[in-house]
């Protein structure tokens, strides 16, 4: 696995290195190991699959409260997406900046995305589908979100969202 370091402290582009033969080809697509020896948390408990039917679907941005914060590690296994991560840690060099970057199923990479940042993603094709592993069980009383739209936040979206849920049409700005 190569580890890329994004512009948001703590986020990592991670590429899986497929080993290939005449049947194909493996990869490891975590690794407990390997995510702790760039400090990060490896302990999954629960892996997460997302399907969107329509080009232009918004998920997010979603993230869960302390005590329950959780780290995601983001891959696209169908489709196209366009992934984003939100800094809302006060104390980080890289608090209130995003990043993002499309993952497909092509390209493989997937995002680490840790504690305290919120996630999002906008599908650039139909039926795209994403998994990811999470270190923290689902708590929907810590459910918390940031409209996708913020201006203080400015995300440069590749295409505008013309599938967004009422939830995440009525997450707050970070205003």
Known sequence: MRFIETPIAGAWLVEPEPRGDERGFFSRLWCREELAAHGLNGNFVQCN?????????????????????????????????????????????????????????????????????????LTLEDASEVIYPVTAA??????????????????EWPIPPSVVSQKDREWPDLA
């Open 49 to 121: 699959n997302s399907f969107s039917r329509s080009r232009g679907t918004l998920r997010g941005l979603h993230y869960q409260a302390p005590p329950h914060a959780e780290a995601k590690l983001v891959g696209c296994i169908r489709g196209r997406i366009f992934d984003v991560i939100v800094d809302l840690r006060g104390d980080s060099p890289t608090s209130r900046n995003w990043f993002g970057r499309e993952l497909t199923q092509d390209n493989r990479l997937m995002i680490y995305v840790p504690e305290g940042c919120a996630h999002g993603y």
């Open 138 to 155: 689902y708590h929907g009383e810590l459910e918390r979100g940031l409209r996708w739209d913020d201006p203080v936040i400015g995300i």
